[in-house]
């Protein structure tokens, strides 16, 4: 797996240096991720969202056909509170910070003047950069916090994963482009022996400037 990350990430950044017939562009959006774990029948599911930041050149092939590799910066976070009879309460906060390197094919079609529709799909390199728990619990108005770092060895979780995935764009006056997407982690991220798997879905919706 490390080895296709490795390919992957080096194709992209020779396409990267390719900037002849290469239309940059600078992103942002919104990000809902779907974190499911698989224990035999029991799967549990935990949902963080946040945003991204990042750009991409987009490089002519052949046609209509093109590819856009990038680089970009997400934030993941979610938010968690309990009372319990009124004495205790508890507050969970997940946070995570992640690197992906997406290198997308695309193909565009004129629907009218000036506007261009376009469908997109290929793989993404993410690693993770961060993913911390803060557990706060107070009981008769004493405190406690609690911090915990979910990439050490005690709790399993893998910081690389390799997404696939894809969606739709449309491009205003070769100026703004929105789109639509989702990707599929294909790794497991959960790296302890036992029968369990962990894998990620992530909804991003944005905007890009074109230059």
């Given at each position: ?50 945003f991204y ?20 910066y ?136 074109l230059?």
């Amino acid at each position: 797996m490390k080895k296709a990350f490795s390919i992957i990430l080096a194709a992209s950044m020779m396409l990267m240096g390719t900037v002849a017939m290469a239309q940059p562009a600078i992103g942002v959006g919104y990000l809902n991720s779907t974190d499911k774990t698989k224990s035999g029948s029991t799967t549990n599911s935990t949902n963080l969202s946040g945003f991204y930041v990042g750009g991409s050149y987009n490089i002519n092939l052949s046609g209509a056909l093109n590819v856009a590799p990038g680089v970009y910066y997400s934030l993941l976070t979610k938010s968690d509170a309990n009372n319990y009879f009124g004495l205790v309460d508890t507050k969970v906060d997940v946070t995570e910070h992640y690197l992906s390197v997406p290198v997308m094919f695309n193909a565009g079609l004129n629907l009218t003047d000036g506007i261009v529709g376009r469908i997109y799909a290929g793989p993404t390199l993410a690693y993770g950069l961060a993913s911390n728990t803060k557990v706060k619990g107070t009981v008769a108005g004493f405190s406690k916090d609690t911090k915990i770092n979910n990439y050490d060895d005690d709790y399993n979780y893998r910081r690389f994963d390799i997404m696939l995935g894809g969606g739709v764009a449309v491009d205003f006056f070769d100026m703004v482009r929105f789109n639509i997407g989702y990707d599929y982690g294909l790794v497991n991220r959960y790296s302890g022996d036992s029968d369990v798997t962990r894998h990620r879905g992530q909804l991003s919706v944005g905007v890009a400037y074109l230059f």
